[in-house]
């Protein structure tokens, strides 16, 4: 039975309130708690840091500690709260929640918030909190300051919704905009016990006060007559797998691409890049797909399954497609139109996991196509060419990193890829051949804004290895998120590639454009980070070659504790290996 002795025995109604609030999250099967110190949360903080069941993680700065409860609920596949005190501190949020609503990432967030009579009146640390991250929650309440008129029940209805809003019917953000007045600090104020009573049955429960069965959706029958009618008219099909967050969904999604018999082009965070499901993908499409390649395949219609896709040229092809008039299926868990091109002509809103048991066995017993074979192909003389440029020799740049972490990651290790150029170079250079497991990258709203912080998460909630991947302007942006992974006890291992700049834009038009290019858009810095690791006491390593880049992360992966693994590189010299690459593979393929 659960132990409601602090709600009890609270010294005052504020102390009451915010226990009754810390024993409803644990009912609700919320274990980790995300929070920055600050005097209007104190209820709050103490209620949590109390209750044995929660985890509370705590860090100086909003924006960080934001990012880590979202890696937070990625690693732990379930809702993540976050506390903080009033004012700025709640604004502080915003990227992290704008990152969750977009990836549909559930969180939950609790700001303290000054009673009703010191808003708008020019009151210290008083801002409009009520509306603040604007469209991008799925909910939000202001809970108001505890009060002996209000009954206890009211409480815990508001965060039961809060955290069913979270997961369903889109999952994301929510906010609870928690008001308080004097005392805050558990000073001792007299309130009656009659002020329980109507939660007689609650107290004595292990239960929520409010239980919400949560919806599981699958295909209508409508849908499923779509579905088969294509595959029965023999229509041969490309299966696209976009961003899966979810360990169900990867499962689930890998059973059906072992019996699809036609090309799988999945994206490298959908998690079924490396491994034993890479060896039915086509894993190097990107590199057939290159500018004046023309149209390797061309199915009869398009089945798009899970999120966002990484690949510009994949994006290209499939608006080429669709201008051809080849169906587009989107099959994904909400019913938003995530279809930037505009060339879904199906659109179904189901769980991945029931939509792929039902259709594997429709495709098992179906033949290969032809074209699939000959795309395989293709694809063998890609890889072949890959290999001999990319697997020999002692060079370390930004084409063979990203290639040795996926040839040498532990098995089922999280990587988490960073924006602009570390997930192109992951999408492009995986080593198919590598050790499988879940490839993570903030893609909803693809900033370089919280990126170690969101690592530090994944670590604390999935209890595994973790390698990041991100460059140093990745890095720098969030370098006070550096003290969250101090004190984490599993190996992480944060390679920061240093072309001292925005190297992605480089590749872009702007750069011979103007000769402004480089202080506006290449923005060196002249920084390296040793003196950064030295400064939170994090391990460091600064490999010239494969050799040693091997070494320092096998080392950073045999023992708990975080590294930084600093590998320098040059923006001019990384364009012109692109380039070169691409001239070596379209000569294989004979384009």
Not at 262 to 290: C, K, M
Not at 314 to 340: E, F, I, K, M, N
Not at 551 to 580: F, K, L, Q, S
Request: aromatic share 6%; proline share 8%.
């Amino acid at each position: 039975m659960p132990s409601t002795d602090p709600i009890r025995h609270a010294p005052n109604l504020n102390h009451a309130w915010a226990a009754l609030l810390a024993e409803e999250l644990a009912r609700l099967g919320i274990k980790d708690i995300f929070l920055s110190p600050g005097s209007r949360s104190t209820p709050l903080a103490i209620a949590v840091a109390s209750h044995p069941a929660l985890r509370v993680h705590v860090h100086f700065d909003e924006r960080g500690t934001a990012f880590a409860a979202l890696g937070c609920a990625l690693g732990s596949e379930s809702t993540t709260a976050l506390i903080c005190t009033s004012g700025s501190a709640a604004a502080n949020y915003l990227p992290a929640v704008v990152e969750a609503s977009q990836s549909h990432v559930p969180l939950l967030l609790l700001t303290a918030d000054r009673p009703p009579e010191l808003l708008d009146c020019g009151a210290n640390q008083a801002i409009a909190q009520q509306g603040l991250f604007g469209a991008y929650t799925r909910w939000e309440a202001q809970v108001p300051c505890p009060d002996l008129s209000i009954t206890p029940a009211h409480a815990l209805t508001t965060l039961d919704q809060a955290v069913a809003r979270t997961r369903t019917p889109i999952a994301g953000p929510v906010h609870l905009n928690c008001m308080f007045r004097e005392p805050l600090a558990p000073v001792d104020c007299p309130w009656p016990a009659t002020w329980l009573d109507p939660l007689c049955h609650w107290l004595e429960s292990p239960h929520p006060f409010t239980r919400y069965a949560l919806p599981s959706t699958t295909l209508p029958e409508a849908a499923e007559r779509e579905m088969l009618g294509l595959v029965a008219r023999g229509m041969s099909g490309l299966l696209v797998v976009g961003q899966l967050k979810w360990e169900s969904e990867r499962q689930a999604v890998a059973g059906l691409v072992r019996n699809a018999p036609w090309p799988v082009f999945a994206d490298i965070t959908s998690g079924l890049r490396t491994g034993i499901a890479a060896h039915e993908n086509i894993a190097y499409y990107d590199q057939l797909l290159q500018e004046g390649s023309g149209e390797p395949y061309v199915p009869g219609f398009v089945l798009h399954l899970g999120g966002a896709l990484v690949s510009k040229r994949l994006q290209h092809y499939l608006r080429t497609l669709a201008a051809r008039g080849v169906p587009s299926v989107r099959v994904a868990d909400h019913p938003l139109r995530h279809d930037p091109d505009h060339c879904v002509t199906h659109r179904f809103t189901c769980d991945l996991a029931p939509f792929c048991r039902w259709l594997a066995p429709i495709l098992k017993p179906l033949p290969r196509t032809p074209g699939a074979e000959v795309v395989r192909a293709m694809e063998s003389n890609a890889a072949a060419t890959l290999a001999e440029a990319l697997d020999q020799g002692e060079e370390l740049n930004e084409l063979t990193v990203p290639r040795l972490l996926t040839q040498q990651r532990p098995p089922h290790s999280i990587i988490f890829a960073g924006n602009s150029m570390p997930v192109r170079d992951l999408d492009k250079f995986a080593d198919p051949r590598g050790a499988e497991g879940p490839v993570h990258a903030n893609r909803g709203a693809s900033g370089i804004d919280g990126n170690l912080a969101t690592v530090a998460g994944l670590s604390l909630g999935s209890e595994r290895p973790v390698t990041a991947i991100v460059g140093d302007l990745t890095a720098l942006h969030d370098l006070n998120s550096l003290a969250l992974l101090q004190s984490c006890n599993r190996s992480v291992a944060i390679v920061i590639v240093n072309n001292n700049g925005g190297g992605i834009f480089s590749f872009l038009p702007v750069a011979d454009a103007t000769p402004h290019f480089e202080r506006l858009f290449g923005a060196p810095h002249g920084l390296g980070f040793e003196n950064a690791a030295r400064l939170f006491n994090l391990a460091y390593a600064a490999p010239a070659s494969r050799a040693d880049f091997v070494d320092a992360y096998t080392r950073a992966m045999d023992h708990p504790g975080a590294t930084i693994i600093e590998v320098r590189t040059d923006r001019t010299a990384n364009v012109n290996a692109h380039r070169d690459l691409q001239i070596l593979i379209c000569t294989a393929l004979e384009y």
